[in-house]
Each structure stands twice: as structure tokens, then as C-alpha cells.
């Protein structure tokens, strides 16, 4: 079998067996979600199909992880043979990625793209969007990235993030650049504040409990002489200070959107 590697404006290896193409010339997993592969009319058990194991897959992952997502758990839910997937799905790679597909969906519409608010609301709207997307399937933020967008929805997002950057009078490829920026922003807040709700959720105590707990530990270990800013900091009880709803990532998203304003600006003719 022969594997082919590739590295694109992203910075991402692509991997993908050969082999497992059907004849397009296309990764296995790329031909099963723009539904390029000829499927059995019939499997080894009636009323099988592939929407049945993807929606089973994506129902085990958000019960219990995607850890627990298996060929052979899938198949047990489904009350088929492991071996009878493989007739629909090459591997449990293919798997993630029909799986990814059906978490994202298609993306929202942007109102700021109907009415020319600009690029800055656009693409705040964008990733307030994906947010939102994320919110609804954590467990999708555990799928391995394998290379750049190339599934149906995950096209369709970038797609519309280039939009959101019309008129914005940045390069291609810097575009591209920009849209790895705010996604990478919005996954990584995505995924750090599902890990920390999931630690307060095993303590089993409120958030504002952790936090003081926390709060007393980092006090009493703290060396002013060694740490004198985090002393300062503890010192004004910030940490105790209540957060509105979205504070962070509404904070963050601003900053992330500043930075890529000056970029513009400073690429701008005078």
C-alpha cells in the first residue's frame, strides 16, 4: 500500500492511503462524505446504512466521549456484526470524518454578509458561529485534525469565512493565514473551557467553589519574592470577581480581530 504525504499553505501533513480510493483518485474518507462511493444496496443485515452508523457513532460519542466510538461498539449498538460496517465504512478515520460532518452542518447564515456590515463583523460573526457549533458536539474537538478542510461542511465554513474577508483588501493568502487564526482561537476556548467545566463537573462542586479553592491553595504557596506579580494579582482578588457570560472569549475574539485590523491597516496603501 502506498501512502502519499503533502504539506499545504496550512502547515498540516496530509496522510491518506491509496489505495482505499475507489477510483477517484480521492482519500477513502473524502469520497464517503461528498458521497462519492458506490454502497451495498443491500448489507449483510437489512436496513443498514450508512447514516445509520453515523448517527449511532455520533450518539455513543456524545453519551460518552469519542474514546468510546468503536467499529465493534458501533456495530453492537446497531445489533450487526463489526464486519458489516466495513461494507459501508473502510476504518474508524473514515468514521471520524462522517462523524465531524454531521456535528458541523452546514454553517449559519452571517446577516453582516447580507447587509455589508464589513469583514470585522463578518468574521465575528463567523466564529461566534463555529462557537456555537463546537458548543453543541464537544466531543467533535477530540477528532485528530488530518489535514485542511476537504469534507462537504467543513469547505462550506471555510468558504464563508473567506466571504466574511471580502473587501478586507488582504492577500490570498493571507486570508488563509486569518481564517486558521480565528478557527484555531475558537477551537482552542472551545476546548479549554469544556475541559474546565468537565474538571468542576468530577469535583462535583460549583465553579465558584473551585475557584475558591484555588484561590486559598495559589495564596498560601506563593512567594512574593519569587512570583511578586502573581502576588500582586492575588493581592487585588481579581480571581473572585464574577465574569459575564462569554467574557473571555468575547475578550479574546476582540483582540484576535484588533490584531488582524492592524494587519490590514498596515498593509493599506497611504
Do not use: C
Not at 75 to 88: I, N, Q, V
Not at 141 to 158: C, E, K, N, Q, Y
Not at 196 to 202: M, P, T
Not at 225 to 252: C, K, N
Request: without cysteine; glycine residues 10%.
Amino acid at each position: 500500500m502506498v501512502a502519499s504525504h503533502q504539506r499545504g499553505k496550512a502547515g498540516l501533513r496530509v496522510t491518506e492511503n491509496s489505495s482505499a480510493s475507489g477510483g477517484t483518485g480521492l482519500p477513502a474518507s473524502i469520497e464517503a462524505a461528498w458521497g462519492l462511493r458506490e454502497r451495498p444496496v443491500k448489507g449483510p443485515k437489512p436496513g443498514l446504512t450508512l447514516d445509520r452508523i453515523v448517527d449511532a457513532a455520533v450518539g455513543i460519542a456524545a453519551a460518552e466521549g469519542l474514546s468510546a466510538v468503536s467499529m465493534g461498539r458501533v456495530a453492537k449498538e446497531l445489533g450487526a456484526s463489526t464486519m458489516s460496517l466495513y461494507r459501508y465504512v473502510s476504518a474508524k478515520e473514515e468514521l471520524y470524518v462522517l462523524m465531524q460532518e454531521a456535528a458541523m452542518g452546514d454553517p449559519e447564515p452571517l446577516p453582516a454578509l447580507e447587509t455589508k456590515a464589513g469583514w470585522r463583523e463578518a468574521l465575528s460573526q463567523w466564529a461566534w458561529a463555529q462557537r456555537r457549533m463546537f458548543q453543541r458536539s464537544l466531543w467533535s474537538l477530540r477528532i485528530p485534525i488530518s489535514g485542511p478542510p476537504a469534507s462537504p461542511h467543513s469547505v462550506a465554513w471555510w468558504e464563508q469565512g473567506l466571504q466574511a474577508l471580502e473587501g478586507s483588501g488582504l492577500a490570498e493568502g493571507d486570508k488563509i493565514s486569518v481564517i486558521l487564526f480565528v478557527s484555531g482561537f475558537v477551537r482552542n476556548e472551545a476546548l479549554l473551557m469544556s475541559d474546565l467545566a468537565a474538571a468542576v463537573e468530577a469535583k462535583g462542586v460549583s465553579p465558584q467553589e473551585v475557584m475558591g479553592q484555588w484561590e486559598r491553595t495559589v495564596k498560601r504557596l506563593v512567594d512574593p519574592v519569587r512570583h511578586p506579580a502573581l502576588s500582586r494579582m492575588m493581592a487585588t482578588e481579581v480571581m473572585s470577581e464574577p465574569d459575564e457570560a462569554d467574557y473571555e472569549f468575547r475578550f479574546g475574539l476582540e483582540r484576535v480581530l484588533d490584531g488582524i485590523d492592524a494587519l490590514i491597516a498596515k498593509g493599506a496603501p497611504s
